[in-house]
């Protein structure tokens, strides 16, 4: 902790003034929503300090080699705006848009720079209905920060660093629906771009999708469904950018709820797939589903679920089995544990899914009965990843294992309240400690402390 000595002393002031700034700036702020017209605004000011130990997820071999630094101290500081309304009886809107800055004072090539966009999220949601029709809007865009390699646009082994990827996302979708007795139809379409940073351009992307389904449920327990969709994507990482084709995808199924408790369904069908130069073939499918839920005694609960999907000309997934289970135990008011399990095997009942996994986790959350909005959660994960097939092969002649063990370990204690100076000013402090270690790279270690401080206007 060497460095955060160093730079605490120097930004310990410029942090006390930036928090005090952010509570007079709001204990000046109106006190009131604002109203306008039938739609009521609310908002909010926030500010967060972060202290880690390692900011980046890497061990001290890995810093040493890379010639990084694993401390960081640094805040985020924004507001965010929300407005919801009954237009009229049958049309409601609701909106919302928030937006965050960083600045880092340790590692401060972290900050976004002029070229990264306002970290953030907005969405607008206008809906309608009039007798047996339906209708919605809706419209996003978010840019946030993230180092998960499973949200980057191509592989990244797990021994090796994934720098910070800002991954802007914008949407928008609308749907016309109608429903009469035993009758539902729905038309849809939806826009979608996902863009990254300069580092993960390659991964900008543009897709679209139409969409049209119709369902009969002459019982209760019976349904007859027609589903039609047509989409495409574009890779806008390319220069010149590629567009992709059209790929038409219809299906016809039935599906029998055969028991209720536990529920046991049985779904049987048709589908066919078309694109530019290829027409399709109807080609038969089925799927079972099986779920429950019951509580063992007051203070015990488990759920059960398994889903195994048969397709007659399988590609690749095209059969898959994948059951889990859960079990939750309150041993107190303030005392509780669980523990959950997922499967995904490969070659049972024929399966072509190419990764077998294995995941099981078990949770404790103990909340204070003495402080109040005190509470503190601990955590135990395990997961198991292996690779099947050519893909498999290719990692083995590289020299690389297709197996992939991962244990994680957590705790968090978290006090929230709000605080006396005002009955809107809320504050919490968490500190939170994580201990990963995996077979395809060194163990590491995480320890932070987040105080964050909220003014409602």
């Not at 900008?204 to 047509?230: A, H, I, K």
Request: net charge negative.
């Amino acid at each position: 902790m060497h460095l955060l000595e160093e730079y605490l002393g120097n930004c310990a002031r410029r942090g006390l003034l930036a928090a005090l700034t952010l509570v007079v700036t709001g204990s000046t702020a109106s006190a009131q929503f604002l109203k306008v017209g039938p739609i009521i605004f609310n908002s909010a000011l926030n500010n967060s300090w972060i202290l880690s130990s390692n900011v980046n997820g890497i061990s001290e071999k890995e810093a040493e080699e890379q010639g990084l630094d694993r401390e960081d101290f640094y805040t985020t500081y924004g507001f965010s705006i929300s407005a919801n309304s009954a237009i009229y009886p049958d049309i409601k809107l609701t909106a919302s848009t928030s937006a965050t800055w960083e600045e880092h004072f340790i590692q401060d090539r972290n900050a976004p720079g002029a070229t990264l966009p306002l970290l953030g999220n907005s969405s607008f949601n206008l809906s309608r209905s009039i007798g047996h029709y339906n209708w919605t809007l809706n419209l996003t865009h978010a840019a946030n920060t993230t180092r998960d390699k499973t949200q980057v646009p191509f592989y990244v082994p797990g021994n090796e660093l994934l720098i910070r990827d800002i991954i802007q996302s914008s949407g928008a979708a609308t749907s016309v629906g109608w429903n009469r007795k035993e009758i539902t139809a729905n038309l849809n379409y939806s826009w979608n771009q996902l863009l990254h940073t300069e580092e993960f351009s390659q991964g900008d992307s543009r897709s679209q999708n139409y969409g049209l389904s119709l369902t009969f449920s002459p019982w209760e327990r019976f349904s007859m469904n027609y589903g039609y969709t047509s989409s495409k994507a574009d890779l806008l990482g390319r220069e010149p950018p590629l567009e992709g084709d059209w790929l038409q995808t219809q299906s016809l199924s039935a599906s029998y709820r055969i028991l209720e408790r536990p529920s046991l369904t049985y779904t049987a069908g048709f589908e066919k797939e078309d694109d530019r130069l290829v027409i399709g073939k109807w080609e038969p499918n089925h799927s079972w589903a099986l779920s429950d839920g019951r509580s063992v005694t007051e203070t015990i609960d488990y759920t059960v679920n398994a889903t195994y999907t048969f397709d007659e000309n399988p590609e690749e997934d095209d059969i898959n089995f994948v059951y889990g289970a859960s079990i939750n135990h309150s041993v107190t008011r303030n005392l509780k544990h669980a523990l959950n399990l997922n499967r995904t095997p490969v070659e049972t009942f024929g399966s072509t899914v190419a990764t077998d996994t294995t995941s099981i986790g078990y949770t404790v959350n103990l909340a204070s009965p003495i402080i109040r909005g005190a509470s503190a959660n601990f955590g135990a994960f395990y997961s198991r990843n292996e690779l099947r097939g050519e893909a498999a092969d290719g990692l083995v002649i590289g020299g690389a294992s297709p197996v992939e063990k991962t244990m994680d370990y957590t705790a968090s204690l978290t006090k929230s309240a709000p605080i006396p100076l005002s009955r809107k000013l809320t504050g919490s402090i968490i500190y939170s400690y994580l201990f990963t270690s995996s077979d395809a790279r060194d163990a590491y270690d995480i320890h932070s402390i987040t105080l964050t401080l909220g003014y409602q206007l």
